[in-house]
């Protein structure tokens, strides 16, 4: 399978989402509001030197509420963002929602530039009906073009292999956090760190250059 079938794939999985649940965190496919904060928490910890100049990039930003969190926080508002999804919905959702806002909002790959920073959330968690060799191929080729896109560092999440069998659900893909510290770690920079501590069936990584 290609990878422009992947990402159509996954941009109609999306849609519908959003088209069943609006703009809620359950049309971003999340649970809630709780866990989608907490997730932000871990994955902005990737900025050891914050300054209101700094450019951050949300790669698969959904309806941007990673935005509507950086500027909750006192310490980490004042930044030039730029919200990227391949759903042309979410971007029109997301840039109607944040209208007051002076981020960028973008769907096409070659609009994207150079960013202090990169944050990718949930983006690798559905690979719905795609073969498991097919998606982690996918995962690698994504990686390597955050790493490119990303002069600071970037940082991400996965569902973890370790979560209880009985909850797992085959549409999803659930990865081995020890695969992709090795891989970070040989391949982007010496500082890698692994958060697996934050009370759900997933882990973040952060990669600092």
């Known amino acids: 399978m290609s990878k422009e079938r992947i990402l159509s794939e996954v941009s109609e999985y999306y849609d519908d989402k959003l088209k069943v649940h609006g703009a ?14 907490l997730r932000f928490v871990q994955l902005m910890k990737v900025i050891r ?20 969190f950086i500027e909750s926080v006192q310490s980490l508002n004042g930044c030039q963002y730029t919200g990227f999804d391949i759903s042309k919905e979410m971007i029109s959702q997301a840039a109607n929602i944040h209208r007051n806002s002076l981020a960028l909002w973008v769907s096409e790959d070659t609009e994207l530039n150079k960013y202090d920073y990169t944050v990718a959330s949930g983006i690798f968690n559905v690979k719905q009906k795609v073969e498991t060799e097919v998606w982690e191929n996918y995962i690698l080729d994504t990686l390597n073009h955050m790493n490119e896109l990303t002069i600071n560092g970037f ?29 970070c770690k040989r391949n982007f920079s010496k500082n890698v760190a692994l958060l697996h501590d934050y009370d759900l069936f ?8």
Not at 24 to 37: A, I, K, L
Not at 164 to 182: G, N, R, V
């Open 155 to 183: 940082s991400f999440n996965m569902l973890t292999s370790y979560s209880d069998t009985e909850y797992m659900k085959d549409y999803l893909y659930y990865a081995d956090p020890m695969y992709y510290f090795d891989f």
């Open 49 to 68: 030197n914050w300054t209101g100049d700094n450019t951050i990039l949300d790669y698969g930003c959904g309806l941007g509420d990673l935005l509507k």
């Open 202 to 209: 997933e882990f973040t990584i952060l990669i600092m250059k």
């Open 24 to 37: 809620t965190p359950r049309g971003v496919d999340w649970n809630s509001s709780e866990s989608q904060e």
